[in-house]
């Protein structure tokens, strides 16, 4: 905490950050840090945009703004101390961005590298952030099928349709983002052999190779007959 103490070793305390939602609390404590006994009615306080304690601000709700403040604080007759914090701006909303957003139902979806999210705060900046760098943003992500289910990252898709990768910033109900994915079936065009005939005496065997087109087709079994 940051500190300031009056002619009469008291010592007001209020957080040095603050984020623009949070709302102002002011303690009153002695010089060794423990708690005065001081009503909040033996003293009073108001929060400025300058030292000079002009431009006052409402001090009962939430900042709206972020930046610096002053808080000046008056008990009995003592000279005011005056406490200067800091409000941090907070997120607001988030946007993503995603390369690659089609995949066949026999594919998994791939984040690394190819999802970023762009956290917008309230002074109007913005903090591009990788996929690799969400969890330690409180970023977490969500893979919802067609129906609105949550499935796996980490599984094949297995069915076509729109999905949807939903990014949500610090457990916000708010604050999220999504973007839709195109899963597809791939179909076979054709199955080609590495030979195309065969010259074999009785009892004599033969390898076959069979290869399909196109590569990513959705479902690459063969049968042979």
């Known amino acids: 905490c940051f500190t300031?103490?009056?002619?009469?070793?008291?010592?007001?305390r209020v957080g040095v950050i603050y984020?623009?939602?949070?709302?102002?609390?002011v303690t009153a404590h002695y010089s060794d840090g423990t708690t005065a006994n001081v009503s909040s009615g033996d003293y009073t306080y108001k929060v400025s945009t300058d030292m000079a304690g002009n431009n006052v601000v409402d001090k009962t709700t939430a900042f709206v703004n972020d930046g610096k403040y002053y808080v000046t604080v008056s008990y009995m007759n003592l000279v005011p101390s005056i406490i200067e914090i800091n409000v941090d701006p907070v997120v607001t909303s988030l946007t993503l961005s995603m390369t690659n957003k089609t995949y066949n139902t026999s594919e998994t979806v791939v984040l690394a590298n190819n999802l970023?999210?762009?956290l917008i705060k309230s002074n109007g900046q913005s903090t591009t952030i990788t996929y690799a760098n969400f969890a330690a943003n409180d970023l977490s992500v969500t893979l919802l099928d067609p129906n609105g289910v949550s499935q796996s990252l980490t599984s094949p898709f297995g069915t076509a349709g729109t999905w949807t990768i939903k990014v949500v910033w610090n457990n916000s109900e708010t604050i999220y983002s999504t973007i839709d994915l195109t899963v597809k079936v791939v179909n076979v065009v054709s199955v080609s052999l590495d030979q195309a005939s065969a010259s074999l005496e009785v009892g004599d065997t033969v390898q076959l190779?069979?290869?399909i087109s196109p590569a990513n087709a959705t479902n690459t079994n063969v049968s042979w007959a």
């Open 209 to 211: 190779k069979a290869t």
């Open 116 to 118: 970023t999210a762009n």
């Open 4 to 12: 300031a103490v009056d002619g009469n070793a008291l010592t007001y």
């Open 19 to 25: 984020q623009s939602a949070n709302a102002l609390n």
